[in-house]
């Protein structure tokens, strides 16, 4: 398990979330929450897989695999051949570039929603938070965590009545960019998915992976 300042490596799992500064708000209107998703693929599908999402007013979580070596190398060509991204033995900083995506996400999100909410200053704290899962057990127990949180916050009775999450994409036949088929085998099959997520989360064995 690493901590909120560890390297995120190439095909390694992570549970990527973060918050508000004090009691501010990330997402105030649902184009909000919608340009920020924007962003996120614009960013971030260059460097690592989707399992699973949920945006909250004051704070997000995402799970994902960093895509391997090669996939980054390739997807980030350009930014490495303009910026020069290598650490001192020469050899191309991978892991840098993507937390540099991270940060190019979250900082573009931030400067569009001072714009709009005539704000200044930092909007997430940082670091961003970043947890390897290294244990699949509690694979399954995070994507169900994840999930829950709106109706947990008393913000939707369950968690396909929350418009800002990944829930729904799994329940749909629709395409995705999620790996839904990796994330339903976790639950064995699809009506077992829905069955737990009629249910609270069972907190027991995860709870470092998911302190805010």
């Given at each position: 398990?690493?901590?909120?300042?560890?390297?995120?490596?190439?095909?390694?799992?992570?549970?990527?979330?973060?918050?508000?500064?004090?009691?501010?708000?990330?997402?105030?209107?649902?184009?909000?929450?919608?340009?920020?998703?924007?962003?996120?693929?614009?960013?971030?599908?260059?460097?690592?897989d989707k399992y699973c999402y949920c945006l909250m007013p004051n704070h997000f979580h995402f799970l994902v695999k960093?895509?391997?070596?090669?996939d980054l190398t390739e997807n980030l060509r350009d930014k490495i051949r303009k910026d020069n991204h290598k650490d001192?033995?020469?050899?191309?900083?991978?892991?840098?570039?993507?937390?540099?995506?991270?940060?190019?996400?979250?900082?573009?999100?931030?400067?569009?929603?001072?714009?709009?909410?005539?704000?200044?200053?930092?909007?997430?704290?940082?670091?961003?938070?970043?947890?390897?899962?290294?244990?699949?057990?509690?694979?399954?127990?995070?994507?169900?965590?994840?999930?829950?949180?709106?109706?947990?916050?008393?913000?939707?009775?369950?968690?396909?009545?929350?418009?800002?999450?990944?829930?729904?994409?799994?329940?749909?036949?629709?395409?995705?960019?999620?790996?839904?088929?990796?994330?339903?085998?976790?639950?064995?099959?699809?009506?077992?998915?829905?069955?737990?997520?009629?249910?609270?989360?069972?907190?027991?064995?995860?709870?470092?992976?998911?302190?805010?």
């Open positions: 398990m690493s901590n909120t300042k560890a390297i995120l490596s190439s095909d390694r799992i992570y549970h990527i979330y973060n918050r508000a500064n004090g009691n501010e708000l990330l997402f105030k209107t649902e184009d909000n929450y919608r340009y920020f998703l924007q962003k996120y693929d614009s960013y971030i599908s260059l460097i690592a960093v895509k391997g070596e090669n001192q033995t020469g050899f191309i900083n991978l892991s840098g570039l993507v937390s540099c995506q991270f940060s190019n996400l979250f900082n573009a999100y931030s400067k569009a929603f001072n714009k709009q909410q005539n704000r200044k200053g930092s909007l997430f704290i940082r670091p961003f938070k970043r947890k390897q899962v290294t244990d699949e057990q509690y694979l399954k127990k995070l994507v169900h965590y994840i999930h829950y949180n709106p109706v947990e916050a008393g913000l939707a009775k369950n968690p396909e009545y929350w418009k800002f999450s990944s829930y729904k994409s799994f329940v749909s036949k629709q395409t995705t960019k999620l790996k839904r088929a990796d994330v339903i085998s976790w639950f064995d099959d699809l009506d077992n998915f829905i069955y737990c997520h009629q249910h609270p989360p069972t907190l027991t064995g995860i709870e470092k992976h998911i302190h805010l």
